[in-house]
């Protein structure tokens, strides 16, 4: 699967081709499985995503006495070692906040965060003049490198597939200068994506940016806490809080009445949270 495929798969494949042995054959069949478990992904939570992949191999576990693992789940093993490590979907995939960086406890790891700031810095490629950092995750233990873009002038935060493919060869052609280097190892996999139909907003600073934008809002008083579907309508710095209505998508809809709009009441019913009570903020996706 290449930058080549064309039609659904292209929305979530871009990358390079995996080296692989006569001896590791069996990788290519599952690198090819393994792309096309990330389009169907993407193509589910609205998100764009590129792959890039250098040497994999598999091999006999250094442990012959340790208990066999799930056949279901997949494994990566390092070039020219034998130790297997766990390839969790879960966590690739899994949700992370806007600003999360967390590089691990290897040195490799704040190379990786070093390479990026330096992409995204201000001697940048023209192209992702919009494009910003919205986390970064390195996971030692499975040697994955988790990438995700934020676009400043996208509606929802969402960059292009040109944004993807543009990041991924600045960042290939930085970390073969790092693999020479022996900066970071050579087996490692990296996934370059948006920051997902249910990204995280930050509260204050990015509440203004998606006024417009349907937000699920967990939020807390004294009875509890609880999580709407809600729209900004304005935010009061001063005060250290937000104001909020319910957003005119179908959970709130229900509400009314099946098959009915909302009513003036709820229309016009406005809840003022501060940003202590405010726990969490998601765009909305209207299922």
């Not at 807390?220 to 001063?238: D, K, W």
């Not at 809809?253 to 501060?274: D, I, V, Y």
Request: with cysteine; charged share 30%; aromatic share 6%.
């Amino acid at each position: 699967v290449s930058s080549n495929t064309p039609g659904k798969l292209r929305r979530g494949i871009v990358g390079q081709k995996v080296q692989v042995s006569s001896r590791t054959a069996r990788t290519t069949v599952w690198s090819a499985m393994q792309a096309l478990l990330v389009a169907v992904a993407r193509a589910r939570t609205g998100k764009c995503a590129a792959l890039v992949h250098w040497k994999r191999t598999l091999a006999a576990p250094r442990h012959p006495g340790k208990a066999a693992k799930d056949p279901r789940r997949p494994t990566r093993a390092r070039a020219g070692a034998s130790e297997e490590v766990d390839w969790d979907l879960d966590v690739a995939f899994g949700q992370t906040e806007q600003g999360q960086v967390e590089v691990g406890d290897e040195d490799w790891g704040k190379t990786i965060l070093s390479v990026v700031e330096d992409i995204l810095g201000p001697n940048r490629n023209p192209k992702l003049e919009q494009c910003q950092l919205y986390s970064l995750r390195v996971l030692p233990r499975q040697s994955l490198v988790d990438v995700r873009l934020d676009r400043l002038d996208n509606k929802y935060g969402s960059p292009t597939m040109e944004d993807i493919e543009t990041f991924s060869r600045e960042f290939n052609a930085r970390m073969d200068l790092a693999v020479q280097e022996h900066a970071v190892p050579d087996d490692i996999a990296v996934e370059v994506s948006s920051p997902g139909a249910n990204r995280s907003v930050k509260v204050p600073e990015a509440l203004e940016r998606f006024r417009q934008v349907p937000m699920d809002v967990t939020y807390r008083e004294e009875s509890g806490t609880f999580c709407q579907a809600f729209e900004l309508v304005e935010v009061l710095p001063q005060d250290g809080c937000a104001v909020w209505k319910l957003a005119d998508v179908k959970a709130n809809r229900q509400q009314g009445g099946k098959g009915k709009p909302m009513n003036k009441k709820l229309r016009e019913t406005r809840w003022k949270l501060s940003f202590d009570d405010t726990l969490e903020v998601r765009l909305h996706v209207d299922l």
